[in-house]
């Protein structure tokens, strides 16, 4: 895979497919900010769980959540219960239908609404996200956001959010097909440049 650097305002591109294969998926676009010595400090033990407010059906958060859990474990954070655990993962999973214009046409399944939102809040930020622009087939748009808190505190230690879309009939349209592939690119390089945006190509 190959990393790109772009402002952390930077768009996702949508790749257009021809009509007799499925359109390839889109770079997958990764930002990410952190308190670094926080974030050292707190090395340890992890609970992973839905933001709060989340509205995807758990069945269908889960596999986001199991690839957030095996991301943190491959970079040496343990798995434990909340009580226990020194840090927190709020995980928020959202998945959309876009139109051959770019525009989302609702959720694909129950889901978060139809806002753009924003992230880096933790940390004094906010970066606006619209995944769009270009005529392309219909595709799902899926973001990925995880905000590792201090357990005791609340605070932020770390945030990132990543977002992609696929065709329609792409294997990568399947959530349990496409919930590793976009943890890993949101885990990659941890923690990742603070404020800073790349595009990270996905070979389907």
Known sequence: MMIRFLPAVATAALLAGCASTPAPPSPIEVTRFHDGSMLAAARGTVFVESAPGARLAERDSAPYEAAVAGQLGRLGYVENSRTNAALVAQVTVERYRLDSDGDRR???????????GSYGSGFGVGVGINLGGGKSRERIGTDLAVMLRDKDTGRAVWEGRAQFSVGVEGDLADPTKQADVIAEALFRNFPGGNGETVQIEVNE
């Open 106 to 116: 609702g959720p694909v399944s129950v889901g978060m609404g139809g806002s753009t």
